[in-house]
């Protein structure tokens, strides 16, 4: 009889001689939504909004994008939400197990908002017929000097009326509240389970794979690409989600 896979996160727990640097592969696929809801406090609320944002923006005749979709839990909420039949949603992720995954968890969902997977680099793509575009925890793991680039690509793209939805970790202007807010965040993991050596080694791998911004830094590089109604709707400790509309 074949053994149901482990989708608990313990791809930590065991001290490691080297740590290599963090990446979206078939280890992390298996464990992804238990790593992300015991990592990111209000993440089933952040998903659970983008769900509510989808019935106000996304647009008849268009497309909603979902970029790092990873396992789909975006593209599961915004189905479950969108009022229109003719709206259609396109995830799009550079990691194959990631896609693998989540094209098996979306064929279980019923609905009659089609879709399409892509495995691609969004810094590559168009986005045609765009009326949503979610970068849920994604920008972050793009080189800082490419991020203008792809969302002035995104809001050249977006429809009249189109929106972005971008969740992001953020840093802070000020070390003191750096301090803090990381200290906070620490223990919102141990509280969920993860040990001293998974938290340190987890930080370890993703030092310089993931580089946040602050939220000054957001703003001024949204309005550069040319929004210019930005709102903040959630936040979480070190943990952000806004809305930008063209």
Not at 67 to 81: D, T, Y
Request: proline share 4%; charged share 20%.
């Amino acid at each position: 009889m074949t053994k149901p896979p482990d989708h608990h996160d313990n791809l930590y727990a065991e001290a490691l001689s080297k740590i290599p640097g963090f990446e979206f592969d078939a280890e992390v696929a298996q464990v992804f939504e238990d790593m992300i809801n015991r990592s990111v406090p209000g993440y089933r609320e952040i998903i659970s909004i983008i769900g509510i944002l989808s019935q106000r923006y996304a647009q008849a005749n268009s497309i909603c994008y979902d970029l790092g979709c990873s396992l789909g839990a975006a593209i599961l909420a915004m189905r479950a939400n969108i009022p229109y039949k003719n709206c259609k949603i396109v995830g799009v992720d550079s990691s194959l197990p990631m896609l693998t995954r989540c094209k098996n968890l979306l064929a279980q969902q019923d609905s009659t908002i089609d879709y399409m997977l892509a495995c691609a680099d969004i810094q590559k793509i168009r986005f045609d017929h765009a009326s949503m575009v979610i970068l849920n925890f994604t920008l972050q793991f793009i080189p800082p000097a490419g991020r203008i680039n792809l969302l002035q690509s995104i809001y050249n793209d977006l429809k009249p009326g189109g929106v972005l939805i971008l969740s992001e970790k953020i840093a802070f202007e000020t070390e003191p509240q750096n301090d803090l807010i990381n200290f906070i965040h620490y223990e919102f993991k141990k509280t969920n389970g993860y040990s001293a050596l998974e938290i340190s080694q987890k930080r370890s791998a993703l030092d310089n794979v993931l580089v946040p911004d602050t939220l000054a830094e957001h703003q001024a590089r949204l309005g550069k690409a040319g929004f210019k109604q930005i709102y903040i709707y959630y936040q979480n400790l070190n943990f952000m989600s806004l809305i930008a509309i063209k």
